[in-house]
């Protein structure tokens, strides 16, 4: 829509995964670096985390589209699946029909196809992204298979990634066995103030900007506020910007483009976001949910924990009574009104007979 008005060839901010498009900040750089690494060197098992909308997945985009004939993956982007279903799309992934199969053939199955590829030389690989949605018994399998190995070297090479929630499952006392086996781990943060310019000129760039002065220097503390150097709402904001910018017949986004784009999307700034998420968590885990896992310092974690329920008792506790109060009150109320209407009522006596 906007295209022509600013002299782009496409959009700068899409929201599909494009590898072409990626930004490779100094936390992507090493990221991949880390990839290459665990597939390269034959090194068993790589985490890597971030948040929503970090570029997580066109990272694996990337390195998908960078590996020779030698690497054979299996990737799974489908996670919400049990043991058996979890098996049975990684056996999918490989070429093979795993669905007739109980769970002990899908095992011998899988372990047979990967021992013979090793032998004809390939580095096998199994990519799971949005990793925190697996179960822990599909975790199990995947610790269970990165066992297979031979004297001196790993067979499968797994690569997990996901949200910060695939750390406190992997931190969880039952994985620890998992966990043993994890040779590295990072986490992708956002990107800070000073990136988000840069991040922004290459976005225009890939796209054959005219004006790669589109966005004006004080335009960008307010796409910081409510973007929070989160990739996917950087693209989100700033396609809106652009597009409220044409609307009203701009050829620059000024900051208060960006104030009325943020208002067109009913955004909250992005700290007020992490408020309400973080009082979300704070009401479910009031509510029954699992404690907060900490491998640092458990005993602070649950002394905090057992301070929030304290604190949610206390507010419901302090809701109940009012509520009876009320509920008090308007019986007294009903019952006087009750009274009254009785009294004005005409009396009505039986007349004497004769």
Not at 31 to 37: G, P, Q, S, T
Not at 63 to 84: C, I, M
Not at 112 to 130: N, P
Request: hydrophobic share 45%; aromatic share 8%; proline share 4%.
């Amino acid at each position: 829509m906007y295209l022509a008005h600013f002299g782009l060839k496409a959009q700068p901010f899409q929201l599909t995964p494009d590898s072409g498009l990626l930004y490779m900040s100094e936390a992507h750089n090493r990221a991949k670096a880390y990839m290459d690494y665990t597939i390269g060197n034959r090194e068993g098992f790589l985490v890597i985390t971030g948040e929503i909308g970090c570029g997580k997945t066109t990272l694996i985009q990337k390195l998908l589209s960078e590996l020779d004939a030698r690497v054979l993956v299996a990737k799974l982007f489908q996670t919400q699946l049990d043991e058996v279903e979890f098996l049975q799309a990684v056996l999918v992934e490989f070429g093979l029909n795993p669905f007739n199969a109980r769970k002990v053939e899908l095992l011998d199955m899988l372990n047979t196809y990967l021992v013979e590829q090793f032998r004809q030389g390939k580095h096998i690989v199994l990519i799971v992204d949005d990793a925190h949605n697996l179960g822990m018994k599909a975790l199990e399998e995947i610790r269970m298979l990165a066992n297979l190995e031979t004297q001196d070297a790993k067979i499968l090479h797994v690569i997990l990634v996901g949200q910060p929630q695939l750390d406190d499952k992997l931190d969880h006392p039952n994985m620890e066995q998992l966990l043993q086996r994890i040779k590295l781990r990072y986490h992708i943060p956002a990107l800070d103030e000073k990136e988000l310019g840069p991040y922004i000129a290459y976005r225009l760039a890939m796209v054959g900007a005219s004006n790669r002065a589109l966005f004006l220097p004080s335009s960008l503390p307010g796409i910081f506020k409510y973007s929070g150097g989160i990739p996917r709402l950087i693209n989100t904001l700033c396609d809106m910007a652009l597009t409220c910018a044409y609307a009203d017949r701009l050829h620059q986004v000024t900051y208060e483009v960006v104030l009325a784009a943020a208002r067109e999307l009913r955004w909250p700034t992005y700290a007020e976001r992490l408020e309400w998420r973080r009082l979300r968590a704070s009401i479910g885990t009031a509510q029954g949910t699992v404690a907060p896992q900490s491998t640092e310092a458990p005993i602070a974690g649950f002394a905090q924990f057992a301070k929030k329920v304290e604190e949610q008792s206390k507010l419901l506790e302090s809701i109940a009574k009012s509520l009876t109060l009320i509920e008090l009150h308007l019986r007294r109320r009903a019952q006087a009104e009750g009274a009254e209407a009785n009294s004005d009522l005409p009396s009505k006596r039986p007349q004497a007979l004769g």
